[in-house]
Nanobody
Framework: QVELVESGGGLVQPGGSLGLSCVAS????????MGWYRQAPGKERELVAS???????SYAESVKDRFTVSRDDAKNTVFLQLNMLNPDETAFYYC??????????????????????WGKGTLVTVSS
């Protein structure tokens, strides 16, 4: 009932930059947080950056001063600007949305449910 679609991934040279975006659609009542994780081949998924409603952005130590996360609340969109990329940052980048979602139950009644929803990921490849 809520869908996230990422865009902007691709091939970039070491030291280069890339911009990712993620649009959330559906019955979203109240957003708590949006942000980005990444998962490199053979590694666990790790939090890269997040932006909480009413709070500032936060970053993994490894990307501070190079990546910037931002949000457009009117469009339920989160962005990630990646600068000075290095090859070991090649990974699938996944956006997430933590929010209260409106669900219509089997009786056609509105219900509210806290959910964390994921996008399908966009591949960022850093290579010369």
């Amino acid at each position: 009932q809520v869908e996230l679609v990422e865009s902007g991934g691709g091939l970039v040279q070491p030291g280069g930059s890339l911009g990712l975006s993620c649009v959330a659609s559906g019955r979203i009542f109240n957003v708590h947080s949006m942000g980005w994780y990444r998962q490199a081949p053979g590694k666990e998924r790790e939090l890269v950056a997040s932006t909480d409603s009413g709070g500032g952005p936060s970053y993994a130590e490894s990307v501070k001063d190079r990546f910037t996360v931002s949000r457009d609340d009117a469009k339920n969109t989160v962005f990630l600007q990646l600068n000075m990329l290095n090859p070991d940052e090649t990974a699938f980048y996944y956006c997430y949305l933590a929010a209260m979602i409106i669900i219509i139950d089997e009786r056609d009644m509105l219900q509210y449910e806290e959910q964390k929803v994921w996008g399908k990921g966009t591949l960022v490849t850093v290579s010369s």
